[in-house]
């Protein structure tokens, strides 16, 4: 482990970015977004009010390579996007969907949106907003998150902890039991049992840990276990 940041409070989601050291943490409970600098808090985002850094409805949050933040209000039915230092820059209307509920961004080129109501995940423009396509209906009980790399989307069902893998094109292509991420290898790293290990080798950590979300940023992955924030680095072979 390289670090852990404590929080001092139950979040349900996380995006880490790994070269500016900057972390984003958001309550569902509080309806608010925490921007950690350096492991300080730098700012809160959300809260009641009907300004710019407010929502109706916070849903979910998603990060840019850039290391914007990029929040779901489902029930404005948009996105909106901020620096990194919590300022806002704009936002995107989520046309023809109608209960989204989980976000991801595409290489700082799309949207992925996972429609509740419809059970679809849905792919926007992430510059003008346009609907691209729609996959995954009747292939998805549920879904609490999305992840993708520049290959792989992935639809995490908690209730049945399963991870849904589709190509970012929409071709489905396998189920695993647990919480899936791709590093930019395409390497899957799962969390399931109690134990982190790589899907495309022997390598395993045990964890003695419930209720974890992960993400990953580089070679840094970072799991939230209750109230902290655990970075892991990954070690990668050398090939001769």
């Not at 943490?25 to 509080?30: E, F, G, L, P, Y």
């Not at 009010?49 to 489902?74: E, H, R, W």
């Not at 919480?179 to 899907?199: E, P, R, S, T």
């Amino acid at each position: 482990m390289v670090k852990a940041i404590p929080l001092g409070m139950q979040t349900d989601k996380i995006q880490y970015h790994s070269q500016s050291n900057t972390l984003y943490a958001m309550s569902i409970k509080s309806q608010e977004i925490y921007i950690f600098q350096d492991q300080e808090r730098k700012n809160v985002l959300g809260g009641l009010g009907s300004s710019k850094v407010n929502f109706q409805y916070l849903a979910d949050i998603a990060m840019g390579s850039d290391n914007s933040l990029y929040v779901l209000d489902s029930s404005a039915r948009i996105v909106k996007k901020f620096s990194s230092d919590g300022s806002p820059s704009g936002s995107i209307e989520l046309k023809n969907s109608v209960q989204p509920k989980c976000l991801c961004v595409y290489q700082d080129q799309g949207l992925f949106i996972f429609d509740s109501a419809s059970g679809e995940i849905i792919n926007y423009s992430g510059i003008d907003g346009t609907e691209l396509n729609r996959f995954g209906r009747f292939q998805l009980q549920q879904v609490n998150s999305l992840f993708c790399n520049h290959d792989y989307l992935i639809a995490y069902d908690k209730a049945n902890n399963v991870s849904n893998i589709f190509s970012v094109l929409g071709q489905f292509v396998k189920t695993e039991q647990g919480q899936v991420v791709y590093d930019l290898y395409n390497n899957a790293i799962c969390f399931n049992a109690g134990m982190l290990k790589c899907l495309s080798s022997s390598a395993y950590l045990p964890l003695a840990a419930e209720n974890v979300f992960m993400c990953i940023s580089n070679d840094l992955l970072a799991l939230r276990i209750g109230e902290e924030i655990r970075i892991y680095k990954i070690n990668y072979a050398r090939v001769e």
